[in-house]
């Protein structure tokens, strides 16, 4: 009974380290989640203008990002479901802020659900880095993060590669 418990008590505490990598809080700004540190960072420099890229953003996201994806397959898969993106968009002179949110539609939750429109999942700031040039700045989740064909298609905006929308 003894070995039992403590082979037990061992595949419970290896488990909870697996599940500690996959939590991350529930952020409810851009902001809150820039400041997590185990949020993933990423800096570049594209030779793009801030104004153009700023634009880009601005035109693009609202259009090619709101939008819902079902993802079919096992059911006790987290990347099984219906997801709801919320992008958005905040400009100034200098600053640009893009955000982007995943909301799970067919799942009931237990515990805090966070924001209204989802879980941040990746946040963009893009700012003037000289001439002709911006500074990108990305902040993404480790889990839950965006599908690649978004993160393709922001990549694309922010060096004026990509002028349309992800093909889903």
Same mark, same amino acid.
């Given at each position: &009974?003894?070995?039992?418990?403590?082979?037990?008590?061992?595949?419970?505490?290896?488990?909870?380290?697996?599940?500690?990598?996959?939590?991350?809080?529930?952020?409810?700004?851009?902001?809150? &989640?820039?400041?997590?540190?185990?949020?993933?960072?990423?800096?570049?420099?594209?030779?793009?203008? $801030?104004?153009?890229?700023?634009?880009?953003?601005?035109?693009?996201?609202?259009?090619?990002?709101?939008?819902?994806?079902?993802?079919?397959?096992?059911?006790?898969?987290?990347?099984?479901?219906?997801?709801? $993106?919320?992008?958005?968009?905040?400009?100034?002179?200098?600053k640009m802020t893009f955000s982007l949110q995943r909301?799970?539609?067919?799942?009931?939750?237990?515990?805090?659900?966070?924001?209204?429109?989802?879980? $941040?999942?990746?946040?963009?700031?893009?700012?003037?880095?000289?001439?002709?040039?911006?500074?990108?700045?990305?902040?993404?989740?480790?889990? $839950?993060?965006?599908?690649?064909?978004?993160?393709d298609a922001i990549a694309g905006w922010t060096s004026?590669?990509?002028?349309?929308?992800?093909?889903?």
């Amino acid at each position: &009974m003894k070995k039992i418990t403590i082979i037990a008590s061992a595949l419970l505490l290896s488990a909870g380290f697996v599940l500690s990598g996959c939590i991350q809080p529930l952020h409810n700004s851009a902001t809150e &989640m820039k400041q997590d540190s185990t949020i993933t960072k990423e800096s570049k420099i594209v030779n793009r203008s $801030y104004s153009k890229v700023a634009s880009t953003f601005q035109r693009l996201a609202p259009r090619c990002l709101n939008t819902t994806i079902i993802v079919s397959g096992d059911v006790r898969d987290a990347r099984t479901g219906t997801f709801k $993106y919320t992008s958005k968009v905040k400009r100034s002179a200098n600053k640009m802020t893009f955000s982007l949110q995943r909301r799970q539609t067919d799942l009931f939750m237990i515990g805090p659900e966070g924001p209204k429109d989802g879980v $941040y999942i990746l946040v963009v700031d893009a700012v003037p880095a000289g001439s002709g040039k911006t500074k990108i700045i990305t902040y993404e989740r480790n889990f $839950y993060s965006a599908p690649q064909e978004f993160k393709d298609a922001i990549a694309g905006w922010t060096s004026g590669e990509v002028r349309g929308c992800p093909t889903l």
